[in-house]
């Protein structure tokens, strides 16, 4: 038998945003995208599967982006990885998600990263590799599709 069940709601209407599971406590962390109105959002919300639950964080992305992709790293630190600005400019930057030692999640912040991406883009794809790294390929970058492949190193 497969049963579906309804959460509540998001806090905020969103599309092309990231959903990433933080650590082994199950939760997700909902980040960016884009609003109803087609804005770009700087906020997150943290999904807790347990109670059916968003919450909002209180923390903010420092660039609102949208066709980002995020990622868990093994440190438990979530690394929100290019995308675009209200503009539609593609971009390089990498932010980083943390919450403090034995703090809720919903009390955690974002910070730039001090090194991001080789190539601006959105709309690309990323997998932590066994080594710790993050693979990042493809996307788009202006005049479309691309095929470039890099490694990140998260340093964490």
């Known amino acids: 038998m497969n049963l579906v069940s309804t959460p509540g709601p998001m806090n905020t209407p969103r599309t092309q945003f990231s959903a990433t599971r933080l650590g082994g406590s199950g939760?997700?962390?909902i980040v960016g995208g884009l609003d109803a109105?087609?804005?770009p959002l700087a906020s997150a919300e943290l999904f807790d599967p347990a109670s059916g639950v968003f919450t909002t964080i209180a923390g903010a992305l420092g660039t609102a982006r949208y066709g980002h992709v995020g990622v868990?790293?093994?440190g438990g630190a979530i690394f929100?990885?290019?995308g675009q600005t209200i503009a539609g400019v593609y971009l390089a930057s990498v932010e980083i998600f943390k919450s403090g030692s034995g703090?809720?999640?919903v009390t955690g912040t974002f910070t730039t990263a001090a090194v991001g991406l080789a190539s601006a883009r959105g709309n690309i794809s990323a997998e932590l590799l066994a080594s710790g790294l993050i693979l990042i390929t493809?996307?788009?970058a202006g005049a479309g599709a691309i095929s470039l492949a890099e490694v990140y190193s998260p340093g964490i």
């Open 37 to 39: 109105d087609g804005n």
């Open 138 to 140: 493809g996307g788009e």
């Open 80 to 82: 929100v990885i290019g």
């Open 103 to 105: 703090q809720p999640a």
């Open 27 to 29: 939760q997700i962390l």
């Open 72 to 74: 868990a790293s093994v």
